[in-house]
């Protein structure tokens, strides 16, 4: 069973900065393709940035320069450093997870194929 828990979301400001981590656990976590995505009321999910197991990343152009994933493959926690907030960034934010992916960057663009997902954290930038 594998089992995604999000935390270190919160309330900020605009330009601000919050770090989340995704602790992951029943799996081998240093095989796991993973990725951050993100909800907003009444908008679909979109990824916000995807990494390979070997370190590899991507990043949508929304989080290009604010945002980067990063894994810890001895602790196995997923991290997002956002810096640079602005208030479009509110949403409730998931960590998923995969036992492999052909493109990191397919898996992106379509958070369907994920097939292990965390409760979500919620961020919420104020202007």
């Known amino acids: 069973q594998v089992e995604l828990v999000e935390s270190g979301g919160g309330s900020v400001q605009a330009g601000g900065s919050l770090r989340l981590s995704c602790v992951i656990s029943?799996?081998?976590?240093?095989?796991?393709?993973m990725g951050w995505f993100r909800q907003a009321p009444g908008k679909e999910r979109e990824g916000v940035a995807t990494i390979s197991p070997a370190g590899a990343t991507r990043t949508a152009d929304s989080a290009k320069g604010r945002f980067a994933i990063s894994r810890d493959n001895i602790k196995e926690i997923l991290y997002l450093q956002m810096n640079s907030l602005k208030p479009e960034d509110t949403a409730m934010y998931y960590c998923?997870?995969?036992?492999?992916?052909?493109?990191?960057?397919?898996?992106?663009?379509?958070?369907?194929?994920?097939?292990?997902w965390g409760q979500g954290t919620q961020v919420t930038v104020s202007s």
């Open positions: 998923a997870a995969r036992s492999w992916c052909a493109s990191i960057q397919q898996a992106l663009q379509s958070p369907t194929i994920f097939n292990y």
């Open positions: 029943g799996g081998i976590f240093s095989n796991f393709c």
